[in-house]
């Protein structure tokens, strides 16, 4: 039944999608964010429903060339550099083929990346992309967190099977990274049950994030709180309410998470966190050795045995930043990092002239958050490969987008946004609380 179902969704989404590209982007997105795929038990499980509508997508941009553009972006910029760079550095891998299987995945998410870019510009674009961002991951932290208080914090949290999320540490940190998503669209929402709603799957989120058992994943949801935090106009209200949600989350786990958890002070007698500090020391080193790196497939004994100090201790980076770092060496991680700097340097431009008038205010929210969900991602993924996982690509898709709405002063002709969303007058900042927001 599941396969019957996602195949109709799948059929009837394409053949909206060969008029409209941005329609293809928001399909392409589910199927590789979400993995629904993965949640079927038949013919759909092993379907290449991605490679399927990367063709219809790419087949409408000549049908629907008149609305698509390419934004000036430095931050897209940095990313065609990092994606020249990789292709590169490839030839000259340590083991080629194994590089260029990766360097193929790699490729076809950055080709979609660019398409999304090009082809989301209207608010309502920006925002399905959000609701198919934050719902596809959210729609884990809502299954995990039921999960997690039925076993009692007992058992792991798992994410879809094949997919960059699989492990229970990958969609840990992805689950939080999508909380502040979330956030923004109960803030824009008009209906209740829709807030009350998204607010739940907040909170179960935040449960299902624990219940990974991730240790990354758990100074990634203290990061992100901690901005958060900062980012609310209540602060004394929001303090209050942060700390009342974490005592009682934690209170519910048991003490085999709190002994894990521990181990983050005690890290030098954890065998799994000291293989992490050798996976990033055979990174430096291999990196300080090879201008290039040594490509994507580095995780192996010989290279260990080379430049780790623990040659036996063979383990994956750990680290999207000295995951980078050893496959594409310092320029690599220099572009990587130049990605990340221009979307935050961004988001800090789009709040200072977002606030100046009520039509753009959602537009200042979606980037305190994004602010917020980055903030999540930088720290959690500094201890965990998740270097080429579409979610951070797609939400500087969304700051691209938002830059050139702002840019083009769309606010004159779009005042609502999907599903009809705004900003309600008590939510809006206090600099211009007492303008009315436009209709």
Not at 287 to 306: S, T
Not at 385 to 394: Q, R
Request: proline share 4%; with cysteine.
């Amino acid at each position: 039944m599941r396969d019957i179902a996602l195949t109709l969704i799948v059929g009837a989404s394409l053949l909206f999608a060969i008029r409209h590209t941005w329609a293809g982007v928001l399909l392409w997105t589910w199927i590789s964010v979400m993995s629904p795929h993965r949640l079927t038990y038949g013919f759909a499980y092993d379907a290449p429903w991605a490679y399927m509508t990367a063709l219809v997508t790419l087949a409408s941009i000549p049908i629907d060339r008149k609305h698509l553009h390419l934004p000036r972006d430095p931050a897209l910029i940095a990313l065609a550099l990092f994606v020249i760079w990789v292709c590169i550095t490839t030839p000259f891998a340590f083991y080629p083929g194994g590089s260029l299987d990766m360097l193929i995945k790699v490729l076809k998410i950055q080709l979609m990346t660019l398409i999304a870019a090009v082809a989301i510009r209207e608010r309502k674009h920006i925002e399905y992309f959000v609701w198919v961002n934050a719902l596809s991951i959210g729609f884990y932290g809502l299954k995990g967190g039921l999960f997690t208080l039925r076993s009692g914090g007992g058992e792991r949290v798992w994410g879809p099977s094949g997919s960059f999320i699989e492990g229970n540490n990958e969609v840990g940190l992805a689950i939080v990274a999508v909380i502040p998503l979330l956030n923004y669209l109960r803030l824009v929402s008009t209906r209740a049950w829709v807030r009350l709603t998204l607010l739940l799957t907040m909170l179960l989120s935040a449960v299902a994030a624990l219940g990974t058992q991730s240790r990354g994943a758990f100074l990634a949801i203290a990061a992100m709180g901690f901005v958060m935090w900062t980012r609310s106009q209540r602060k004394v209200v929001s303090g209050i309410f942060i700390t009342i949600v974490a005592v009682l989350v934690i209170a519910f786990m048991p003490a085999s998470w709190e002994a894990r958890m521990y181990t983050i002070d005690t890290y030098r007698q954890d065998s799994s966190a000291m293989g992490r500090i050798n996976a990033w020391w055979n990174a430096i080193h291999l990196a300080n050795a090879h201008f290039m790196g040594g490509g994507f497939d580095i995780y192996r004994p010989d290279i260990f045995e080379k430049y780790a100090p623990n040659p036996t201790d063979v383990h994956a980076a750990h680290s999207i930043y000295f995951q980078v770092l050893g496959e594409h060496g310092y320029l690599g991680l220099l572009l990587f990092l130049a990605m990340g700097a221009f979307t935050i340097l961004s988001t800090m431009r789009i709040r200072r002239e977002a606030k100046a008038r009520a039509e753009s205010l959602w537009l200042y929210h979606l980037a305190g958050m994004i602010q917020v969900s980055m903030a999540g991602f930088a720290v959690g993924g500094a201890f965990l490969s998740l270097a080429y996982f579409d979610l951070p690509y797609n939400i500087m898709v969304m700051v691209v987008a938002g830059t050139h709405w702002l840019r083009e002063k769309r606010w004159e002709t779009e005042t609502t946004g999907a599903f009809g969303s705004s900003v309600p007058v008590g939510r809006l900042p206090r600099s211009i609380a007492g303008k009315a927001v436009a209709p």
